[in-house]
């Protein structure tokens, strides 16, 4: 979390370093940047590095260190240790891989010491695919320059897939997928039970594929939750099902679809989500996608709507330039973005960027500029 504060807004960047390196064994990257400070922030130094070390052929332990505070009040830093061990001779010739890792987080501030732990185990081959993990977070869990999605919850899941080939002339495959998901408090309370079912996937030998999906869950809700502006959803225990089907065409086409529909109970309501993608492959320099996505939700304490739409323009006259545009609008935020990127390649490691971030505000009679960003980056590899 280098240059953005709590609300999203820009902390700038006095100065920046990072340094890269590998080897045949192990790996180095390290970062450094000073901010200035801005708003509610102070100046803060703040520092990144990470260290890997191959073991055998295909394993590898590692360390990682962070320290500073985005909000530059106080001192934190974050150690965290990772092991990975990876084979492709279980029972003869089958992937197997195992991880483990640890993370401690300490803060001059009150309430920043805590940890998280967390294994996965993973049998990833073509026909039977298994994986399962656990992970561990304390309340006080705060690794002040990354990212935590909940604290003081313990969480379990997996992903169970079995994808039978058949390769004959109309079918080349099936698919059939379990993923359970449990989290709970530090005392073993429910928070979130889901359980996602694919009872029926097919990939034809034309690489078009199709399937129905169907979704258990139970969320436990302690405090009033606020799912949109003026609807709140009153603290209690919510079990729900949903059930979908896609359908998603070969992107070997020129033109390719995706379309999902997905129906059924939402905590104490219901919710409707239909998605389409449209993708024009029109040449090789040229490709164009459209993306709508619509969400009716309805609620005893209220309905609403939300509608997404994303447009993608890829140009690409040469393999070593590409001009890409990114526009996106919904109608909650009502806010239009534009991400315009020129990438090219003046040598292999060595490439300029030019990239364009525009901003307007929908919610008046047109649109009214917001923000308006240019930014200019050349990289510049040195082998030694």
């Known amino acids: 979390r280098i240059g953005l504060d709590d609300e999203g807004q820009e902390v700038p960047l006095l ?12 790996s180095l990257g ?14 803060a130094v703040l520092f990144a590095g990470r260290y890997s070390h191959n073991i055998g052929e295909r394993s590898d332990v590692g360390v990682i260190w962070t320290h500073g505070d985005p909000d530059g009040v106080g001192t934190a830093d974050t150690i965290g240790l990772d092991l990975n061990l990876r084979t492709m001779d279980f029972l003869d010739d089958r992937n197997l891989q195992w991880s483990l890792s640890g993370v401690r987080s300490t803060s001059s501030e009150e309430g920043g010491d805590g940890s998280f732990v967390s294994t996965r185990l993973a049998y990833p081959n073509d026909q ?3 994986e399962a993990g656990a992970s561990y977070v304390d309340e006080d869990f705060d690794p002040k320059l990354g990212f935590v999605r909940r604290r003081g919850v313990k969480r379990y899941d997996a992903d169970l897939a079995w994808r039978p080939r058949l390769n004959g002339e109309l079918v080349r495959r099936l698919f059939f997928e379990l993923e359970p998901v449990l989290v709970t408090d530090l005392d073993n309370d429910l928070q979130t039970a889901e359980v996602e079912l694919q009872p029926f996937g097919v990939q034809l030998e034309s690489d078009d594929r199709m ?13 009033d939750f606020e799912i949109a502006e003026g609807i709140v959803i009153p603290t209690g225990d919510y079990p729900f099902t949903r059930g979908g089907v896609y359908v998603r065409t070969s992107e070997k086409r020129p033109l390719s679809i995706r379309a999902e529909l997905a129906l059924g109970e939402f905590f104490d309501g219901e919710r409707d989500d239909v998605e389409l993608e449209l993708e024009w492959r029109a040449s090789g320099w040229l490709q164009m996608a459209l993306e709508l996505e619509r969400n009716a939700v309805s609620l005893p304490e209220g309905d609403f709507t939300v509608h997404v739409a994303q447009l993608q323009l890829g140009l690409y006259p040469s393999p070593d330039l590409s001009w890409t545009q990114y526009l996106q609008y919904d ?14 390649i003046l040598r292999p490691g060595s490439d300029f960027y030019a990239v364009l971030n525009q901003g307007w505000d929908g919610a008046g009679d047109g649109l009214t500029p917001t923000s308006t960003r240019l930014t200019f ?4 590899t040195l082998r030694l």
């Open 211 to 223: 399937g129905v999906e169907l979704s258990f869950n139970e969320e436990v809700l302690d405090e």
């Open 128 to 130: 039977v695919d298994l």
């Open 331 to 344: 109608d909650v935020s009502e806010e239009l973005g534009l991400n315009s990127r020129v990438w090219w």
């Open 30 to 43: 390290l970062l450094g940047a000073l901010t200035e400070a801005t708003g509610d922030y102070d100046q």
């Open 377 to 380: 980056k050349v990289g510049y």
């Open 15 to 26: 100065g920046a370093a990072k340094l890269t390196t590998q080897a045949e064994r192990y």
